[in-house]
Structures are given as C-alpha cells and as structure tokens.
C-alpha cells in the first residue's frame, strides 16, 4: 500500500484515547462514505480508499470495509442513514462533502454510539468526532504564499485560479492573500477554475489575452496546473512565468522531479489522507491501539530535492 | 319588435394593410336565432371573434343591451363564442372542463361534489347524456360539443355565438343540437349561428345575415328567403349544377383495386369492395362506421389483421404510407389540421412533402418547387396573396385545396378522400366536385367518404355503406337515394354479406 | 371559378424577422459589448481563442439542432464525448506497441472515437424509436451509463495519453490553416454541411416535418422512426468530430470531461432561435449561439469590473435576453 506515512504529524491536540473495548475477536464494520470521483484528486481519494479498504481486510480478518461514494450533500446523507440501518456499522469514517448540511447526519450516527472519524472537511461542531485527520486548508494557502514570494524575489504580478466556491477553497485564498499582503507582490487577475483542467486552459487563455506581463500562477490545484501549462504553452510565454498547483498529482510531481522550469514546485494535499484515516481508526478498532484525536497533515512543499519520494506512478492521480 | 340584446355599428377590422370587415352591422335579439352565412374569407370569423371580445374592432362600437363593451368584458357578459375547434382540457373530465377557472370550492378545498352535482343538473337540463366524470378525450366529437355548450350554459349564457357547430356531426346528433338551441333560444338566450349548411340555416334561424368580401350584403328574415336565394347573396350570382352529370366508367372498366376479408381490430370486420377505373366510389355511414379507419387500415395507418389487396390484380404488400404512395395509391385525410398539413410551415413545403423524392435526389431543387407551387395555386385556385404565408393562415377551403395538390404531386392512380369538403364554402364545394369528376373522367379512381349524404348522391357512381365496422351494402344506379342509404347505415336493411343492391 | 375573397393571410411581420436575426444582433451586441470592456477583445489571439473553444460544443451544438427539431432532446452528449476520449485514449495507448506513435495510431483513436460515438448515437436512436421511451428518459439514462463507465475507464482518475502520441496529435488542436485553428475549420465545415442538410436535403425537411407534426410526416410517407434514428447518429457523429479535435488539446479525459456541455449545447441551440418543442431548425442560429455563450464567458474572464461570484447570474441574464430578444418580435400575430 502507497501511503504518505512521512507527511502526518501528529498535532497533541487532546487526550489519547483509551483502547476500544475488547473487540478483537468479533468482527468490527467500517463504513467509508466518501464523495465520488467528479475531479482528479477525489478521483484519487477513490483510488486511496479501494486499496485501504483491500489491504486492511487482508489484514485484519474481522474487520468488514463497507465503502460508499455519493455525488452530492444529500446523497452522502441518505448514504449515512443506510450504513447504520442496512450495514449496522460499528465505525463510520467519512469525508463530507459539505461541513454544515452534514454535521447533523453524522451527529445522529454518532448518537447511535458509533465510532465517528471524521476526514478533511471539519464538522461545524468538532465534538461529534472521535477522531480527525485532515489536510491543512490554510497552510496549503500560506506555504504556497510563501513560495511564490520567495521565488519572485518579494515582487512581481500573479493571476490566481480559484477551485469552486466552497470552505475549502476560501481558507486556501483566504490565508495566500493574507500571506502577500504586505509583499510588492500584485494580483492582477482572480476567477473559478473549478478544480478542472478545461476550466483552467480556458480561464487562462483569457488571463494571458488580458495581462501581457504575469510572472507566476498560482493554480492552487494540479488539475487547474495542467490546463494552465497548456493554455501558457500555447501562448508561447512559458519563459515569462512559472506555476505552482497543489495536491501532489503524479504527472505534476514528474515535471518537479525533472526539473521543469515551468513547474518547479507543488504543494502536497494528498487524497491518500482518507486510507490513513482509514487504517488508524482500524487499528484503533481491531487492535484497540491508542490514538491522537487529531491527525493533522501538514501542506508540504515539493521541490526537485524532495520530489522523488512522493511520487507514485500507480496511483490514477 | 324587441330592443337587440347584442349590436354592433359599424364594425371594421384591418390585418395591417388588409381590410376584412367594412362597416358591418350587424345585432341579435334575446331569444332569437340569427345566423351568419357567407363563402370562406368572407369575414364572418372575423366579426364573430370581434363580438365575443377575442379580437378589437378597427373602427365602431359593440352594445349590450344598449351599453357599449369593449374586448375585455365580453365574456362578464355571457357572451360566449364556440369554435369549430373546441377548447376542452382534453385529459380533465367533463365536470372539471365545466368549471375550469372558475371551480367551485369550499374554503381553500375544490368543492368537488356541487361541481359533480351542478354538472350533472346542467346537462340535464340540456338532455345531454354524458357523464360528468368522463374524460373529454374518452368522449365524441358532438359530446364535446355538448360539454362545451354546457361549459357555456352553466355561468349566466346571454348570447351564444356557435362556429360551425354541425361540421362534425352526424344528421341525428345535429337534430340533438337543434333541439338544445331551441331550449336556449326559449329561455332567452341570443343565438349567432354560423354555418355552410344552408338547409340548416333554413331550419333553426330565424334571421339570417349575409357577409360577402368583408361588406354586409343583406340581412332578412329566414323566413322570405329559398336557400337557392341565400347561396345567390353569397357568392354573388346564381349556382346552378353543384354537381356535375355523372360520367360512370363502362362496365368492362378494369378493377384498379381489389379489397379482401379486411379487419382492423376494434373497428372494421371483413370488408371487402372493388374500384374501377374511373370510378367514383362512395363510402357512406354514420360517424363511427368504420370508413376511415378502413382506409387507413388499407394504407398502413392501422394495424390491420386480416385482408388482402391486390392492384390491378396483382397482391401487394402496404404496411405504411410509403408503400401506398409506390402502389400509386393517394390519401386525403379528414382531419385536414391534424394529419394532412403542416400548419405553421410555408405552402411549398406542404406542397411537396410528400413526393420530395420527386424533387431532387441529394439535395431538394427549390425551383422545381417554386414551379410547383405556381402550378398548384393555378390549378387547383389555391388564393392566397402571398405564398410565403404558413398553410395555417389559409381558409379551411384553400387549405383543402392545398392538401388535394399536395397529395396529387405523387401522381396516384387511385384517390381516396375522406370528407372533401367538411367546413368549406359553397363556392370551393363545387370546386372540389369537379375537380373529382374531372380525375374520374381522366381514367383516376376516386374514393369519397363522406358524411354529407348530398355529396354522395350527387358524386358517387356507387356507394358502398358500413354500419359498426361492416359494409352492409353496396348500391348501384337508381337505389343511390337517400332513403336506401340510410337504411343500410342504420342497419335497417343489409346483410354481412356484400350484396349489390340495385335497383 | 370565382370569388371568394382571397385569403387575408399574411406573413407575420414583413420586415425585420427577429426570430431570423435575433440571435445575429445579440451576438453583435455582445461583441460591442467586449470591445467597450477590453480592446483586447479583439485582438486575433482572443478571437481564436474563443472560437477555437467554442468548436466542441458548436460542433456538438449542430448535431443538437437536427435532434430537437425532429422534437426529441439528447441529454447524453457530454458524458456520451468523454467516453469516446476515454475510449480513444485507451485505444491509442494499447495500440502505440504495434502502430508506433505516428500518425497511423492517432487515426486509429479517431476511428475508435468515430464507432463509438455512432454506436452510441444508433443506440440512443433505437431506445427512443423501436422501444418508444420518450427521449429526455433514453438520454438521461445514457447519459449516467456513458460518463460513470469513462469513470470506470479511469479508475476515477484521469486518463492521460501517452506523450509521444501526445505530440504527433497535438497540431489538429493547437495548429491550423492561415492562422485559423483545425478546431474552427472543422467547426465552419460541420455548421456548412449541417446547414445544407438542414435546408436542402429532404432529410432536414423531414426532421422539421416530424417536429411540427409527426403525424403528419407518417400520413404524407415519411419514415418517422428511421429519421429519428438518423437524427440520432448524425448526434453521434457530430460528438466523434467533437472529441477529435478535443483530445490533443489536453490529452487526458476523466470524469469531468464534457461535463454540462448537454445543457450548453442545448442552450446555443435555443439561443440560436431553434423552438425546444421542435418543428423548425436554424443551423446559423446554433452556431451564433455556441458562440455566444463562450463571448460572456470571455467578456466575464476580461474584465475585473464584475465580482467573480456573478458569473453565473450575468450568463444567466444575457441568455434570458438574448431569447427575448427574438421571441418578442415573433410573437406578435
């Protein structure tokens, strides 16, 4: 199994938990209710959570995965409801799609005394889980902020490609801005790109018809990067500037490994975050080992010194 | 003499640059029947939608009872039109169509049982046997028609102005609407009755006002006027000979189609006939006989069971419209609006619909067409002023026309027609008529449905006459009379058998 | 014989038929409209842009035109396009082993993309014809089937062609003629040819004749069903031509691919003056509204005046008008 154990630290935010009551032998249910895969990186949250659920059953004989994706907030609810009635779940790990429409169906499973380990997307009220593990929005922004910085030398103008307009993408743009602010650095130009690669060639064709100077993108989003690459390569302006995506997708990580100049870094939000959510409430479950109530991973920064370990030619992201 | 109830002064109506109504007056006492008469395009659509407030007057001013109204407030008044194309929500049933808009309710809740209730006394009251929780679409052309008299009768009816009412019924169902409009007429109700059917007219007005290119003719009592006089004030001179002399086909004449055992499930059993060359054959019956769907079943329109059909002797296999059409068999439906034009697209587009493939093979050549056309409208009198117009637009009497020249673009050897003249005016009848002797005579069979017994005495050279799905007699030479016919329609007389009934 | 009076009709208005040149004047205005936001607007790189981009969904758009004037809806495109790149994709990847990575591969995915597109098409034309379930049904079941198996093809992820095929493809999006890219040739080609059909052909009269009245059509010989059916796979070609052009311009497809481009299609095509309820097809119409609605988006993109959370409610305003526009003055009698 391909994880990034490397990039977890554990934030000592709380207690230990005590070990589950003595369940070993009994066989434990985890339900996984995910979204679907609409773009890349859930496309890649898909593919992590498969092989966690493939692995931990090879594993651990008394542990059942019952995984489920749904496309939407209402779907994902139903998706609750039918673990708990149909599949009896002892467990629930979940990655809202939406943190307020689905704080009230988690809370009713937990009020059914099921273990809740909640991904990515935080509940409007943390108490309901037992656990967290989840990417860090703001950091991801900040780090990026700062990179941008750094390589500009403090100044220079920027055209921002936002994802679709949730919490997620806020906390992200929210902090980059508050990063820039008091640097020489401009932002010339900022529109949705919705995490996809046509929405990104198309914003960016316009952004390069509109701005004849841009000295760095900040796609926020690999999928976004790679129609941006395209639409800057197509200009003929790859000289001019240079991108920086986020999440760590394989074809972008390539391009750091071999050092493109185009595309010297990217920002780890890894998809894999789910199977790591997955195997630790597992082990919490089966093997009753005492766990951190929150995981927290951190927004790394990839560059050609440390590309090579994070990339992972299987994974379909 | 009573005050009218209803009046309008000098009523003019402009379409853009066209004139259609001149100055007409025009009015209608309580409790009298008035009728409009007038060839198609004469204006009388016009100045009936202008009295019940569905279109404004150019110039002059509408009464009741002596105070001018305006479009708007027709229908406050009772003043309620009946088009020839009813206006029933065809999927609610009839108690709902009798309230629609303005349903009784009980608080927020529809009221459902005084509606059943007042439904039922009002159709009562008309002697309307129809059930006030049938769907209209389960319902008969004249049932509708009585639900849309219903419709009109159960608010405050003052003046009741009917378009065409009889166009669609059959001789015993229009006796059942003449006695309605005579219960009407009793309680006070001003009738405006429109229609073709002159010995009609006749019979239920009491007035009868002419219309002729938009310009009011006369109006007399009905009572100083022969219908020869009234045909004569519509079309401006005398009509003599509204049908041509027959022409039958000598006997040897080979038989062009011949009809076997056919069945057309829930409709016609066993039919068989044979048509000559140039021949006219008459299909008579009640509504509902099966004639047409007959026909269509011959042309692949309807499944049909059993049955054979041989051209010129020889079985052929038709199973749809395209294959009739290659056995040079042609089809002019009944139902003129709903299957036989496209309304809302140009006359040459309807025109060669049908034989396309006889206008190009790749792409269409459009000057053929436009040749055709010009052909068409010469041939066949198609009026219209600008050709550009969608067929919708046109009279039902030109649309007709424009069907006839559709259909014969294939060239058929034989025709079948079904009600060639349903809704038209006296003057394109006649048209149509020759026009029929003329294809006999030029070697084209020619079948005539129709429910105008008239018609079929005049045109047919021999009738065939259906009854509940089963031809009950085929008539030749002087047993072509109307007594005959309606026996064998009746099932007064005539066997499953197919016999010749001569005489 | 003589004398009724002549028939009163008249065409509705003589002179100018909005319903005919709406779509035009909302595309002038609009036009105006970008020049006063950003004289970059006109600049040639923009405008190849934004018809380049516009080809995909124009060239879908045509295809459109024909199935909803024959008075059916065909909801399936866009997934129906990302499984035929999906599909393509995988095809050229396999078969770089034997072909190599030159031209012969590439035609291979175009002719993969081409049969499954037709296939598709005929499939949705059959559902609809010979199994007479009403197309908005057939199409919106096709359409979840087509893009969760380009999901399945991808495992979810992103199918990404092989970059040495990659290269060879790549001109027939980013290369052209005179400075004008394949994708609007191609564009200009279908639209041209969907036109003549439209007008010309006794196939494009039939589509009109059965979308005013299918009865109709059946009592005067027309082959309903078969020219549904044609309407259908002409869709399906429409969408092959389509992907075509779309597949080197990222060279990848995933679930997201051709996502909405239903609705967008069926957008132009109503901009375009073509009746939803069917009867009457205007092929020009479809293109100036495929270009349309990429303008607003181009024109939103230019400006900085409008906050990005707008978009949506602009687009939505100036489709509502654009229709208007032309509804307006038809509706008169």
Redo the contacts between chains.
């Keep these: 199994m391909k994880r990034r154990l490397g990039v977890i630290s554990a934030a000592m935010a709380g207690l230990l938990l005590a070990p589950a009551v003595g369940v070993a032998q009994e066989t434990v249910k985890m339900g996984v209710s995910i979204p679907a895969a609409t773009h890349g990186w859930t496309g890649g949250l898909n593919w992590h959570a498969q092989q966690a659920e493939k692995e931990l059953e090879e594993r651990y004989p008394t542990l059942d995965v019952v995984l489920v994706s749904a496309s939407d907030a209402a779907r994902q609810a139903n998706d609750l409801e039918d673990l708990v009635s149909i599949h009896n779940i002892d467990a629930l790990v979940i990655l809202p799609f939406e943190s307020a429409p689905l704080t009230d169906p988690v809370r009713q499973v937990k009020d059914q005394g099921k273990f809740v380990t909640v991904v990515d997307r935080g509940l409007t009220d943390p108490g309901i889980q037992d656990l967290y593990v989840a990417g860090n929005n703001p950091e991801m922004g900040q780090v990026s902020a700062r990179y941008i910085e750094e390589k500009l030398g403090g100044e220079g103008k920027i055209v921002v490609l936002r994802g679709i307009p949730t919490v997620i993408d806020n906390q992200r743009v929210d902090a980059f801005m508050k990063e820039i602010e008091d640097s020489n650095i401009e932002v010339l130009g900022m529109e949705y790109a919705n995490w996809n690669r046509d929405d990104g060639f198309r914003v960016m064709q316009d952004f390069l018809a509109r701005f004849p100077e841009i000295d760095a993108v900040w796609a926020q989003d690999d999928d976004i990067a790679l129609g941006v690459i395209e639409a800057v390569q197509q200009a003929g302006r790859e000289d001019e500037m240079f991108i920086l995506g986020g999440a760590g997708m394989k074809d972008i990580i390539r391009r750091v490994m071999d050092d493109d100049k185009l595309v010297p870094a990217d920002v780890l939000y890894p998809p894999a975050m789910i199977a790591e959510a997955m195997e630790i409430t597992a082990r919490h479950l089966v093997e009753g080992e005492p766990i951190e109530k929150e995981y927290i991973l951190e927004a790394t920064l990839v560059t050609p010194e440390n590309a090579e370990q994070y990339y992972y030619p299987d994974s379909p992201f | 003499m009573a005050d009218p109830l209803l009046s309008a002064e000098g009523i003019s109506r402009r379409f853009g640059p066209v004139q259609v109504l001149f100055g007409v007056d025009f009015d209608v006492r309580a409790g009298e029947v008035h009728a409009l008469i007038g060839e198609n395009g004469a204006g009388k659509s016009t100045l009936m939608k202008i009295l019940a407030g569905y279109l404004e007057a150019t110039e002059g001013t509408l009464r009741f009872a002596g105070r001018p109204y305006g479009a708007g407030g027709a229908e406050d008044l009772g003043i309620v039109l009946i088009h020839q194309e009813f206006n029933l929500a065809e999927h609610l049933t009839v108690e709902e169509n009798v309230f629609l808009g303005r349903e009784l309710r009980r608080g927020f809740l529809l009221d459902r049982r005084a509606m059943r209730e007042r439904a039922h006394q009002v159709l009562g009251e008309l002697e309307c046997p129809v059930d006030p929780a049938a769907r209209v679409r389960d319902l008969s052309v004249s049932e509708r028609q009585m639900v849309e008299i219903a419709k009109a009768a159960s608010r405050d009816l003052r003046v009741l102005i009917m378009d065409e009412p009889t166009a669609v019924l059959t001789k015993s169902e229009s006796a059942v609407l003449f006695r309605l409009i005579r219960r009407l007429k009793d309680q006070g109700v001003a009738v405006v009755y429109i229609s073709h059917k002159l010995d009609e007219v006749k019979e239920i007005s009491d007035r009868v006002t002419v219309l002729r290119d938009g310009h009011l003719i006369a109006t007399q009592s009905t009572g100083d006027l022969d219908q020869d006089a009234m045909a004569q004030l519509m079309v401006g001179r005398a009509i003599s000979d509204m049908y041509p002399p027959k022409d039958p086909p000598p006997a040897d004449a080979p038989v062009v189609l011949s009809v076997e055992g056919v069945t057309v499930p829930g409709w016609v059993r066993d039919a068989s006939f044979d048509l000559r060359r140039g021949e006219i054959l008459g299909f008579a019956g009640l509504v509902g006989a099966g004639r047409t769907e007959l026909m269509e079943g011959i042309l692949g329109l309807r499944r049909r069971t059993a049955g054979t059909i041989s051209r010129d002797g020889a079985r052929v296999r038709i199973r749809n419209v395209g294959d009739a059409t290659a056995a040079g068999i042609a089809y002019l439906t009944e139902d003129r609006k709903g299957k036989g034009l496209l309304l809302g697209k140009p006359l040459r587009e309807n025109l060669t619909l049908l034989a396309l493939g006889r206008f190009g093979r790749v792409l269409i050549d459009e000057r053929a067409e436009e040749a055709a056309l010009e052909r068409a409208v010469r041939d066949f009198d198609i009026r219209v002023r600008d050709p550009g117009v969608p067929a919708g637009a046109l009279s039902g009497g030109n649309q007709q026309k424009l069907l006839l020249a559709k259909t014969m673009q294939v060239e058929p050897s034989i025709v079948i027609i079904d009600e060639p003249t349903r809704g038209i005016d006296v003057g394109t009848k006649r048209q149509i008529y020759l026009f029929l002797h003329d294809l006999a005579r030029r070697g084209i069979a020619v079948v005539v449905i129709s429910s105008e017994m008239a018609e079929i005495i005049g045109l047919a050279h021999r009738v065939v006459v259906m009854r509940s799905g089963t031809i009950t007699g085929i008539l030749e030479g002087a047993a072509i009379e109307e007594n005959e016919i309606v026996r064998h329609a009746t099932g007064l007389k005539g066997t499953d058998r197919n016999a010749v009934v001569s005489a | ?11 509705p208005s003589a002179g100018l038929d909005l319903k005919v040149y709406g779509p035009f004047l909302a595309l002038a205005a609009l036009i105006l409209l970008g020049v006063l936001v ?1 004289p ?1 607007f006109l ?1 040639p ?2 405008i190849i ?1 934004v018809l380049t ?1 516009t080809a995909f969904i124009g060239i879908i758009a045509v295809g459109m035109t024909f199935v909803i004037t024959t008075g059916n809806i065909d909801l399936s495109v866009g997934s129906m396009a990302a499984f035929a790149a999906g599909v393509a994709i995988v095809a050229m990847n396999a078969l770089a082993g034997p072909l190599g990575s030159g031209w012969a591969v590439v035609l291979a995915g175009v002719a993969v993309a081409l049969a499954f597109s037709l296939a598709a098409g005929f499939l949705n034309g059959i559902l609809v014809t010979k199994g007479r379930i009403e197309a908005f049904i057939v199409t919106l079941g096709t359409m979840g089937i087509f893009r969760s198996l380009v ?1 399945y093809l ?5 199918l ?1 062609l092989d970059s040495t095929i990659r290269a060879t493809y790549r001109p027939v999006y ?1 290369g052209g003629l005179f400075g004008i890219s394949y994708p609007i040739l191609l564009f200009f080609a279908v639209a041209a040819v969907g036109a ?1 059909i439209m007008y ?3 196939f494009g ?2 589509c ?2 059965i979308g ?2 299918e ?9 309903v069903d078969r020219v549904k059916l044609l309407a259908f796979v002409f869709q399906g070609l429409c969408v092959a031509l389509a992907v075509i052009v779309y597949v080197p ?2 060279g ?1 497809a ?4 051709g ?1 909405l481009w239903e609705l967008e299609a069926i957008a132009a095509v109503i901009i375009g003056g073509t009746m939803l309820k069917g ?2 097809g205007r092929v020009w119409g479809t293109v100036a509204g495929a270009v349309i609605l990429t303008l607003i ?2 024109i939103l ?2 400006t ?1 005046a409008i906050s ?2 707008l ?1 949506g409610a602009i687009q939505g305003v100036i489709i509502i008008v654009a229709v208007l526009l032309q509804r307006s003055g038809a509706s008169r009698r």
């Design positions: 014989m003589q004398s009724s009076a002549p028939d009163t009709a008249r065409r950003n970059v600049s790189g923009n842009n981009r999901t991808a495992d979810g992820g992103t990404t980013y003549l010309r052909t006794p009269r039939y009109a004749a005013s009245n009865d109709v059509a059946r009592y005067s010989a027309i082959k311009r990222l990848s995933s679930a997201t691919t996502l009867g009457h988006d181009n993109n230019l900085g990005v959370y978009n």
